[in-house]
């Protein structure tokens, strides 16, 4: 990718197996947003919205290692973004909020979306 242009998401088919398997390779720190839209008239503008502007948005926030977002092979939440973070701090910082709040998600499609869930995990070694 050339430096200064936008990051592309692409929305990717996994199963959960392969989501933990993915989380576990990278950073110390991973921000991962699990979210399901069962409405078919609106799940396509959730995914322009969220593909072209959200992911792209927060992937530029300084802190941001990756941001990438997939689509469940299987039953559970449909989507899952990983944002593979320096710190955990990236997420309550300034410059997440300024990018989250520059690409709000459309009124119309808030009330259309379950099973959100925000995590913020850090790896670990276990000693001994």
Not at 82 to 91: A, I, M
Request: proline share 9%; charged share 20%.
């Amino acid at each position: 990718m050339e430096q200064g242009s936008p990051p592309q998401a692409k929305s990717r088919c996994i199963t959960t197996e392969q989501a933990g398997n993915i989380a576990g390779t990278f950073g110390p720190v991973s921000g991962t947003i699990n979210s399901s839209c069962e409405a078919p008239a609106v799940e396509t503008a959730f995914n322009a919205w969220y593909d072209t502007e959200h992911i792209p948005a927060l992937a530029r926030v300084p802190g941001v290692l990756s941001a990438r977002r997939f689509r469940a092979a299987e039953s559970g939440p449909k989507y899952v973004a990983l944002y593979h973070l320096v710190s955990p701090d990236v997420v309550s910082g300034a410059d997440w909020k300024r990018a989250s709040e520059s690409t709000p998600m459309p009124e119309h499609i808030r009330p259309q979306i379950s099973d959100r869930l925000r995590l913020v995990c850090r790896s670990y070694h276990r000693r001994g």
